[in-house]
């Protein structure tokens, strides 16, 4: 069985603070997707990143990163000189193949930035 | 474009009645997924339809049901409705599924009374 551990369940940071969102992952599948997703309190979730099980490099976009290691599991987000406009719930997600052909996601971080 | 559109955006139902919900999704996509989230929880799978057929469901009891129809739209039917049953439906559409970026609807906060 799929499943993803968000361990984190609130953080507040101030304005222009870096922060680290933790995800940890389990699947016996060798080929699988993660994702990170973004739910602002309108509700709707807008995807962030998707990263398959083979593509262990990491990514920077603009104040985004994220740091995939199999070795540990885990695929973390950080979003660096944070922004009031950043504060909403972040999820982390896993997708396999076959019958774990679905996205199975963590509880959420709720991340607020205060100015 | 327009994306992934849900309707009704709310809806308030009593234990025991049956309730319809949909879904449109975006422009050029051809599978559906449905997801319900609890307050204070990740979303859940519930099924995913492609070309008319439910191909994958999430363990939820057989009163959620489904149907997508020829235009790739789709409904989620939930029957005997119970208090548990009161939280954000979300649709998600894709073009194909493993790896597929998921576009999610605003949902429906469906609300058992």
């Known amino acids: 069985a799929q499943k993803v551990t968000q361990a984190q369940t609130e953080i507040s940071v101030v304005e222009k603070e870096d922060v680290t969102l933790d995800c940890v992952y389990e699947?016996?599948?060798?080929?699988?997707?993660l994702f990170w997703y973004k739910q602002p309190p309108s509700g709707e979730l807008v995807f962030l990143i998707r990263r398959n099980s083979f593509d262990e490099q990491n990514e920077i976009s603009g104040r985004y990163s994220w740091n995939f290691q199999k070795s540990t599991s885990s695929f973390n987000f950080t979003i660096t000189a944070s922004q009031v406009v950043d504060s909403a719930v972040y999820f982390c997600a896993l997708e396999g193949p076959g019958a774990n052909s679905k996205l199975t996601f963590g509880k959420g971080i709720t991340l607020s930035v205060r100015p | 474009d327009a994306g992934v559109t849900q309707s009704p955006t709310h809806l308030i139902k009593t234990r025991g009645q049956q309730v319809t919900l949909r879904c449109s999704p975006k422009?050029?996509?051809?599978?559906v997924s449905w997801y319900q989230q609890a307050l204070g929880q990740g979303p859940q799978f519930i099924f995913q339809?492609?070309?008319?057929?439910?191909?994958q469901r999430g363990n939820f009891p057989d009163r959620f049901s489904g149907h997508q129809f020829p235009n790739y739209s789709s409904e989620l039917n939930v029957n005997a409705l119970l208090l548990g049953d009161s939280a954000l439906y979300l649709c998600a559409s894709s073009t194909g599924w493993l790896g597929a970026e998921q576009y999610f609807g605003p949902g429906t906060r469906l609300t058992v009374t």
């Open positions: 339809y492609y070309e008319e057929e439910e191909r």
């Open positions: 699947t016996r599948d060798t080929t699988y997707y």
């Open positions: 422009s050029g996509h051809d599978t």
